[in-house]
């Protein structure tokens, strides 16, 4: 009997093959909510601006942990920054890959190039719920950064700090595996990530998304807000 894997050939491969909705994550209390794909197959636009923006501002190379259709590694390199995808998920990789963006089929928990070296790296679209155990993810996040480096990430617009079990809905009504996930807003981020080594730098709402940058610090020193 084959086994379907949440994310890897479950409705959300599909859809990123196509470009096409809708698509809706359901977690196991039954509710609901569309999942934005038609925006993260298209080029980057609205609030990705400001990600795009910061990353610039690093002027260091970027790691897209869940790159997706990979918008904001195609978006960074005709930047000039720097910019490697990951993602569980073949089509998504596929997909990065023919926008001419960099991407390997990689876990975040997986061995990845230049740990400890990045100058940043983006958990956009809600990535902070992969694993649906923010703590070990931003440990994560902090691990892959160089000191100073910038891990910016998309949060909830409203305070929230839960995870779940959640599948993947497509058009169809076909349902994918249960997988675990979180939901977090920017106290909560911000709260978990001192733990794991990272400081909150900024916080910013942009076109009705919210996002958090967190700073990597040594074990002495000050942070810096970003300018």
Known sequence: MTRTAAW??????????TGRGPLWLR??????SRLD???????????????????????APV????????????ALLALGVPALGIDITGAAV????????????RSVFDRLPAEGRWGGALLADGNVGIGGDPDALLRRGAELL???GLLLVEVE???????????????????????????????????????????????WTSHGRRFVALRKVSKVGKVHPIG
């Open 8 to 17: 890897v050939d479950d409705p959300f491969a599909e859809a990123v093959r």
């Open 157 to 203: 617009p409203q305070e929230i700090d839960q995870r779940c079990t959640a599948r993947v809905e497509g058009p169809d009504g076909r349902i994918g595996p249960p997988f675990a996930w979180a939901r977090l807003g920017a106290e909560a981020t911000a709260r978990r990530a001192r733990a794991a080594g990272l400081a909150e730098a900024e916080l």
């Open 146 to 148: 160089a000191t100073g």
């Open 63 to 74: 790691l897209d942990l869940g790159c997706g259709p990979g918008r904001l590694v195609a």
């Open 27 to 32: 977690r196991g209390d039954g509710v609901r």
């Open 37 to 59: 794909i038609e925006r993260w197959c298209a080029p980057a636009a609205g609030a990705d601006h400001g990600l795009l923006l910061r990353c610039v501002r690093l002027a």
């Open 94 to 105: 596929a997909r990065t890959r023919g926008l001419g963006g960099a991407a390997l089929s």
